[in-house]
């Protein structure tokens, strides 16, 4: 018996073995065939089909395959602008494209100055005699800015198409957090460095309403004249300032009322926009459904069309999103990340550097090691840095850039927002409503100081006070080398105030309106080049993207609620999401903070879910869910 046990235990282990093995060469296989790249052997005639199911990014978040796959492909997805822009130029050039196709249904859009790029690389589509038709449920500012640039523009008859403009209102939780009795204590240098004041208020300061209304004013104006000046026929004036009217002179056909105002060209629904497609582009040999259309996808024709590397680098690193302590990203900016990948392409020689921002700030430990790496590779040979602004480039996102020898933005950037501040909550009158109390020995008055459970010493509060002071002077100090100011100067246009790029540029900010390639000429003409090519530093965009799509089904138009009531629906989906993710940030561990309050960076919906933090654990026990 001893003998056949034995001989058991081991064919037992046999099996295993061999589970384990197959186990492991079935996880190899899948992961090869995630991360196999689109063939560029798939091009065929037919139109480019780029299908913006998600959110245009300046540096899409990675994703994790595995959990794609288990979420049903439910993960937000995000398309790299410059990635869009590269295939409409090359759409313009190769003769296989017959037409460039949009298909907006699931758009959820992107920023000002990233929708301007787009549009003029449609644009170029257009001048080089090919159609771009462009197609969707429903249109709000950046569907909306990017029809206008369209040949075509069509829309499902039960849509509609609407100008929001920016602003709104937001939470302030100051009386919610009174009514709990949490003493939320907050240090600031800036008149207008709002970002703390949802926290304490029940409104917005003057001071805050005050510089936001020039900001969105700036904004709104350069987004109408974008509009305007592609699509002259349409009746902004009557959209904008007499909705409600507009829309009853339509017998509330939100449709025909987009139709009247020169929004939209056509009606259809997609069978009909498809076989309209159909006849420009040719038939899809592939797929006999109604409306289907020969074309490609943004990343097969990518793939046809290598980038050339001609002469030296010129090293391109992006700071995108919140930028935080860490190795974050992408699409989080952590300063450790980030400044490892500026040390990169130190390391490589490269004979200048372009910081791509696009970020409203954030931690001031990690803006400074993003900022100390920059003076490193200036150090270095004395070579050019420069700054390419992007959607927003404020708090954090100006304390990086001021090491630039040049910075670029455009008109719709904003930028500014420098200055400081820290928030912290304590409990000690939470508590000492349940009956908790503290009390001990001190050998000096800050022994065990900070205590977010027993409240602070007069003396820490002084302390943390002055720290934000000195970190508010310091950034006075960079800023003020950086763009030949005196701190007062400085100080004059700081207080933590928000500005447009064309204010930006007359106050002293930004050197020069202009994109990446602009950015990046100016950076090879500094540096002498004759002959040069970006080189991004970071990671490349996901590699199984398209066939993961395919096996999650991700690739496919998604019902979604996307006429007026669904765009409703959405709206509040992610203001309650949005609400959770404030509460979530003020429990949340961080050191003294550079962030601008309403930069429209991040349009990625934060999670559902349950906030983490001090603040949530309290809640938890006092009921506050």
Same mark, same amino acid.
């Given at each position: 018996m001893i003998f056949a046990r034995k001989v058991w235990h081991f064919l037992v282990g046999i099996k295993?073995?061999?589970?384990?093995?197959? +186990?492991?060469?079935?996880? +190899?296989?899948?992961?090869? %065939?995630?991360? +196999?790249?689109?063939? *560029?052997?798939?091009?065929?005639?037919?139109?480019?089909?780029?299908?913006?199911?998600?959110? %245009?990014? !300046? !540096?899409?978040?990675?994703?994790?395959?595995?959990?794609?796959?288990?979420?049903?492909?439910?993960?937000? $997805?995000?398309?790299?602008?410059?990635?869009?822009?590269?295939a409409l130029n090359l759409a313009v050039e190769d003769d296989r494209i017959k037409a460039v196709v949009l298909d907006l249904s699931q758009f959820s859009g992107g920023g000002l100055v990233s929708m301007q790029e787009l549009g003029a690389a449609m644009d170029k589509v257009r001048a080089a005699k090919k159609p771009v038709l462009v197609y969707s449920m429903s249109y709000t500012d950046d569907g909306l800015m990017l029809a206008a640039h369209a040949s075509e523009v069509w829309l499902h008859p039960l849509g509609g198409a609407f100008a929001m403009g920016p602003g709104g209102d937001r939470l302030y939780y100051g009386q919610l957090l009174q009514r709990y009795k949490v003493n939320v204590h907050v240090y600031k240098v800036g008149t207008y460095k709002d970002f703390v004041e949802p926290y304490l208020y029940d409104k917005a300061s003057e001071p805050s309403k005050e510089a936001r209304r020039a900001v969105y004013a700036a904004i709104w104006e350069e987004w109408q004249a974008d509009v305007a000046k592609a699509r002259p026929k349409a009746n902004l004036k009557l959209v904008t300032t007499d909705p409600a009217g507009w829309m009853?002179?339509? @017998?509330?056909?939100?449709?025909?009322?987009?139709?009247?105002?020169?929004?939209?060209? $056509?009606?259809?629904? =997609? #069978? *009909?926009?498809? !076989?309209? %497609?159909?006849?420009?582009?040719?038939?899809?040999?592939?797929?006999?459904?109604p409306g289907a259309f020969a074309h490609n996808k943004a990343e097969t024709l990518l793939a046809a069309h290598p980038a050339k590397t001609p002469g030296e680098a010129i090293a391109v690193v992006t700071v995108a999103g919140s930028i935080v302590d860490g190795k974050a990203g992408p699409g989080t900016a952590g300063g450790e990340r980030i400044a490892r990948l500026i040390d990169k392409a130190n390391a490589d020689d490269a004979k200048a550097l372009v910081l791509r921002v696009d970020s409203p700030g954030g931690s001031v430990?990690?803006? =400074?090691?993003?900022?100390?790496?920059? =003076?490193?590779? $200036?150090?270095?040979?004395?070579?050019? #840095?420069? #700054?390419?602004? #992007?959607?927003?480039?404020?708090?954090?996102?100006?304390?990086?850039?001021?090491p630039a020898n040049r910075i670029f933005a455009q008109p719709g950037t904003i930028t500014g927002s420098i200055g400081i501040f820290a928030l912290i909550p304590s409990f000690e009158k939470t508590l000492a409503d349940y009956g908790v109390k503290s009390d001990g020995v001190r050998t000096t008055p800050l022994s065990g100081q900070p205590d977010v459970l027993s409240g602070f010493t007069p003396e820490t509060e002084s302390m943390i006070q002055s720290n934000i002071e000195n970190n508010y002077g310091r950034f006075l100090g960079?800023?003020?080398?950086?763009?030949?100011?005196?701190?007062?100067?400085?100080?004059?246009?700081?207080?933590?105030? %928000?500005?447009?790029?064309?204010?930006?540029?007359?106050?002293?900010?930004?050197?020069?309106?202009?994109?990446?390639?602009?950015?990046? *000429?100016? *950076?090879?003409?500094?540096? @002498?080049?004759?002959?040069?090519?970006?080189?991004?530093?970071? $990671?490349?965009?996901?590699?199984?993207?398209?066939?993961?799509?395919?096996l999650t089904g991700q690739d496919e138009q998604a019902a979604a609620p996307t006429d007026l009531v669904g765009l409703v629906a959405l709206r509040q989906e992610a203001r309650l999401a949005g609400a959770l993710a404030e509460l979530a940030w003020l429990g949340q561990v961080r050191g003294a903070q550079a962030y601008c309050l309403d930069c429209p960076v991040s349009l990625r919906a934060p999670a559902v879910q349950t906030p983490g933090g001090w603040l949530a654990r309290a809640g938890a026990v006092l009921g506050l869910r």
């Open positions: 295993d073995g061999l589970v384990l093995l197959f +186990m492991l060469l079935f996880f +190899m296989a899948l992961y090869a %065939v995630l991360t +196999m790249r689109p063939s *560029a052997g798939t091009m065929r005639d037919g139109a480019l089909l780029l299908r913006l199911n998600g959110t %245009v990014v !300046e !540096e899409p978040a990675e994703r994790d395959p595995f959990d794609a796959l288990m979420s049903g492909g439910n993960q937000p $997805k995000e398309f790299r602008t410059r990635d869009l822009v590269r009853a002179a339509a @017998k509330g056909d939100a449709a025909q009322a987009a139709l009247s105002a020169g929004l939209v060209d $056509k009606l259809g629904d =997609e #069978v *009909a926009f498809g !076989e309209r %497609v159909k006849a420009i582009a040719g038939e899809d040999e592939l797929d006999d459904a430990f990690a803006s =400074e090691q993003i900022r100390l790496a920059l =003076e490193r590779f $200036k150090a270095k040979g004395n070579r050019p #840095v420069v #700054v390419s602004m #992007v959607n927003v480039a404020a708090s954090g996102g100006y304390w990086v850039s001021t960079v800023v003020g080398k950086a763009r030949g100011k005196t701190p007062e100067q400085v100080d004059a246009i700081a207080q933590g105030r %928000v500005w447009d790029g064309g204010t930006a540029r007359q106050n002293g900010l930004v050197d020069q309106f202009g994109g990446l390639d602009d950015a990046l *000429a100016w *950076a090879a003409k500094a540096a @002498k080049l004759e002959e040069w090519h970006p080189q991004f530093y970071g $990671k490349d965009a996901d590699p199984y993207a398209s066939l993961l799509e395919s």
